[in-house]
Every structure is written in structure tokens, then in C-alpha cells.
């Protein structure tokens, strides 16, 4: 149990365009999902908190017109690179902690994001 | 907020060697939980210890909640070991800087 998907695996795009990455609790309702950017060789560092039916919570410094973030479902958080640059190429990730959170965060495969 | 501290930043062991990797923190913690990043980037769910001693495998993992500190010993290390292992404090996590694991065979 606890699985959860995110797609795509990886893709490139062109600046100025808008990319969407999907993260689906298989198995699971996710009330919260979490967002997360690495960079090469770096710790992962947390961009903002996906709550279902409302807004999501960003981290200072992440802004959120450029990383719009969607929690439509309890199954379902989407996050859009809107304008893409190449500065926003990076490997996102995302979390998800069912309720109650008794066994921990589990997190998607990551998407390797390039904008070229 | 919560910092997070992992040594050593690096290790290389040869196969069959055992190590402990630490993370402190600089606040108490209510939960904590280690993964191992692998080539591929992906994140792998060792233990959710908040306190306590786990055991799986070759692997075990002992949280010292009062003295804010967390250890991860690997026993018998194999090149599949290989990677990223962070420890991370929740509420919202917070990871530490990882320490990269090369086991050569």
C-alpha cells in the first residue's frame, strides 16, 4: 500500500511555455500533499503544502503565480511551471501522507523537468 | 524551524562493510523518518521512527527523541546500498543534507 505516482518521469520543454506534473495517491486519500524541488547534489527543498479543496501554503522565496499548485482531489495534486525558464529546470517531487500519517511519507518517482 | 544535521557527508565502504550514519536535530521532534534516494532519484521509505529501534533486513534505525539525535546502521553493505540517505522531521519535512553512500565491490 501507500503508492504514489507522479508523471511525467521527466520532460522538455520550451521557455515560455507551461508544464503540468500529476500526483496521484494510488491507493490512499492524501488530504495533504507536499511539493518539492532538487537541484543536482543538493537536499530536497520544500516548495509549498497541497491541501485538498483549498489553497495551497507556500515556502518564502517560492512564488506562486510561476508554480501554480491544484489539489482538486483527495487523490490528485497537479503542479504547473507556468512561462517556464530555463532557471526552473530541476527534478520536483512530491509527497503524500495518508491520515492518520502512521507510517510515514510516501513520495513519487520525481519528475525531471528541462527548459530549453 | 527545525534543523536537520546528517554525517558524515560522505562515505565509501567496501561491500560487506557496516556503518551508522547520524542526523541531529536542533529541536525536539515528534517524527522522524529515513529514506535512501536512489541513482535514479528515487525515494525510498526506510523507517518512520519518532522513537525507538527498528529492524528490516540489514538495516535498522534507533531515534533518541530526548537527545534529539537519530542513527541509521547498515550491516553487510552491498553496492545496491548505494545513494542518497536522508533523514527527515516532520510536521511539514525538513531534510537534512543527506550523506552520499558509495559501497564498492
Known sequence: GAVVSQHPSRVICKSGTSVKIECRSLDFQATTMFWYRQFPKQSLMLMATSNEGSKATYEQGVEKDKFLINHASLTLSTLTVTSAHPEDSSFYICSASSVPANYGYTFGSGTRLTVV | ?105
Not at chain 2, 548505494?82 to 516532520?90: D, K, L
Request: hydrophobic content about 30%; proline content about 5%; charged content about 10%.
Open chain 2, 1 to 105: 524551524g527545525i534543523q536537520v544535521e546528517q554525517s558524515p557527508p560522505d562515505l565509501i565502504l567496501q561491500e560487506g562493510a557496516n556503518s551508522t550514519l547520524r542526523c541531529n536535530f536542533s529541536d525536539s521532534v515528534n517524527n522522524l523518518q529515513w529514506f535512501h534516494q536512489n541513482p535514479w532519484g528515487q525515494l525510498i521509505n526506510l523507517f518512520y521512527i519518532p522513537s525507538g529501534t527498528k529492524q528490516n533486513g540489514r538495516l535498522s534505525a534507533t531515534t533518541v527523541a530526548t537527545e534529539r539525535y537519530s542513527l541509521l546502521y547498515i550491516s553487510s553493505s552491498q553496492t545496491t546500498d548505494s545513494g542518497v540517505y536522508f533523514c527527515a522531521s516532520y510536521g511539514k519535512l525538513t531534510f537534512g543534507q543527506g550523506t552520499i553512500l558509495t559501497v564498492h565491490p
